[in-house]
């Protein structure tokens, strides 16, 4: 959407324009957003009570603006309320005002369909028997294409690439929130075990809803080991940590506090929230950041929901612009991204792991994921964060038709996927061993269903993998084929090559075609 200022006298015109295919609706019966034949009154005013007709766009005929399939059936059989019998709001002058307002005709033979294809399975890709044992350096120099260089790796070593670095799971340097080792304070990193054969360096993931969260001050010895003191890594005042010396050497990481996402949507200033992007994306460069794990944009459905806070809206609209105005500001910066979570319908903070959302199509694609289709196709995040809950019975984090077929056959997403922490790793720790109505999440499935990267990542994550490719006979419905696999890996290994983990990174919007681009990523290079 697209505005307009001028100055005329002491009065400001502002002028609004939308896409005609906006005012389309979801029919689950058609599978497709389309645009009803009828009367459509455009309004303008300060508040929903306080607004007055200023135009009306007549359709003659119904018509398919994208077709695609229903993707989110629900095996429960849901109630919907109805506004049957109900009579909408009016106020005295409606009836006037639509019958006077000026009319703008369409046609619906002239509005043009989208029809979405959707993959069928990922290929394998097979080392072509070449002596040279491919790089990173190799791949983005244009040597060795993305294909040949994943198609040398083992299944291990894929494995490896789709799991986090925190190996030993909870540990006693590791706490949630404050996991990698390498920028303390961050969440995560992404193995680094192919570092010294393949060049593959590491990306650090940093959380934080209202700006970078990381260690303010952390110590390190004269030769760089970092101190550590009991379970966390030492941020704590000099003399006070046993094991710090004479020659420790003190560093520190203040970030700008950036205002939470409901106070920032309350300005409707896209300009202002791309500032705010920019400033974490200034200080991700500073730190070695690679990924922020945000913004947060679930829709506000209940306000007693624990994170609220952090995100922008009951709108999905406004969620959506917001989400793509933040990530412009931060993706500004050579080779650093958002991940906008929780994908999807993370409504609450009680029992979120194991809960599950029963949700009809149309108010999924109407409400729910409006917002992350609008950043997709605006902003191209570098990465999705799903989300701890099911949705209509299947895990987010194992939902094939959310990650593939919605947010990349549909919208043209062309970054990695990740699991929220510990989404697919024993909860007991966290949480005790109660007994759920649901199991965790899949390891395997979760590559089957195309989320890319398990975090903070366990060796169990990673031998599951390697089990359900090398022995799919044991498997079952867990089995994994190579290209699968594959797939998943190289998703994220594109993305590391695009990063600031390498010099001479450009910011990632501007990358498309700069590198050879995994397959059927054609949509996404639109953007």
């Known amino acids: 959407m697209g505005k307009r200022r001028c100055w005329s006298r002491g009065s400001q015109l502002l002028t609004i324009s939308f896409p005609t295919a906006s005012m389309a609706s979801y029919s689950e019966a058609k599978a497709a957003w389309v645009l009803e034949a009828g ?12 607004t007055h007709i200023a135009a009306a766009v007549c359709l003659d ?12 059936r629900d095996e429960e059989p849901l109630q919907e309320l109805s506004a049957e019998g109900a009579a909408a709001w009016t106020y005295d002058g409606e009836a006037q005002e639509k019958e006077a307002a000026p009319k703008i005709y369409l046609h619906g033979a002239d509005i043009e369909t989208e029809t979405v294809t959707y993959r069928e399975s990922e290929p394998v890709w ?3 028997g070449t002596v040279t044992a491919w790089t990173m350096d190799d791949v983005r120099s244009g040597k060795a294409s993305l294909e ?8 291990r070593e894929l494995a490896e690439i789709c799991v986090g670095s925190a190996r030993g799971g909870q540990g006693t340097d590791t706490v949630i929130g404050s996991a990698s080792a390498l920028v303390p304070g961050a969440a995560g990193d992404t193995t680094s075990l192919l570092l010294e054969d393949r060049n593959v360096k590491n990306m650090i ?7 970078l969260r990381l260690n303010p001050h952390f110590a390190t010895t004269a030769d760089g080991r970092l101190l550590v003191s009991g379970d966390t890594i030492s941020g704590i005042p000099m003399g006070e940590d046993p094991e710090r010396t004479a020659d420790a050497v003190d560093y520190y990481q203040y970030c700008t506090a950036i205002p939470v996402a409901t106070l920032l949507a309350q300005s409707w200033d896209m300009e202002l929230i791309e500032k705010a992007g920019r400033i974490v994306g200034r200080e991700m460069e500073e730190f070695h950041v690679t990924l922020w794990l945000a913004p947060g944009m679930n829709i506000h459905r209940n306000p007693l929901c624990g994170r609220n806070f952090e995100y922008y809206s009951e709108d999905p609209l406004l969620t959506g612009m917001c989400a793509a105005a933040d990530t412009k500001g931060v993706q500004s910066r050579p080779g650093i991204g958002t991940t906008i979570k929780h994908f999807a319908a993370n409504s609450q903070e009680d029992n979120r792991m194991f809960s599950n959302a029963h949700i009809s199509e149309r108010a999924l694609r109407e409400i729910y994921l409006k917002g992350f289709e609008i950043t997709v196709k605006t902003s191209q995040p570098m990465s999705i964060m799903s989300s701890y809950n099911l949705l209509n019975g299947t895990h987010t984090a194992n939902h094939y038709d959310l990650l593939t077929s919605a947010a990349r056959d549909e919208w043209g997403f062309a970054g990695l996927v990740m699991t929220d922490w510990f989404t697919s790793q024993d909860p007991s720790f966290m949480f005790g061993a109660a007994v759920h109505k649901y199991p965790i999440s899949s390891s395997p499935l979760c590559i089957k269903a195309g989320n890319d990267l398990q975090m903070p990542g366990c060796q169990k994550n990673v031998d599951d993998i390697v089990e359900a490719v090398e022995h799919p006979e044991k498997a079952g419905e867990e089995a994994l084929t190579l290209g699968e696999l594959q797939a998943c890996a190289a998703r994220i290994l594109n993305v590391i090559a695009r990063s600031s983990c390498y010099e001479g990174s450009a910011p990632y919007g501007e990358q498309f075609g700069e590198l050879p681009w995994i397959g059927r990523c054609e949509r996404g290079e639109k953007f």
Do not use: H, M
Not at 39 to 50: A, L
Not at 61 to 72: G, P, R, S
């Open 61 to 72: 005929e119904d018509a398919v603006t994208v077709q695609l399939k229903n993707l989110f």
């Open 39 to 50: 009367t459509y009154y455009i309004r303008v005013g300060n508040s929903s009570r306080n």
């Open 205 to 211: 993931l940093a959380d934080g809803p209202a700006g």
């Open 126 to 128: 097979r080392d072509k």
């Open 148 to 155: 040949e260089f994943t198609a040398q790796l083992t299944v």
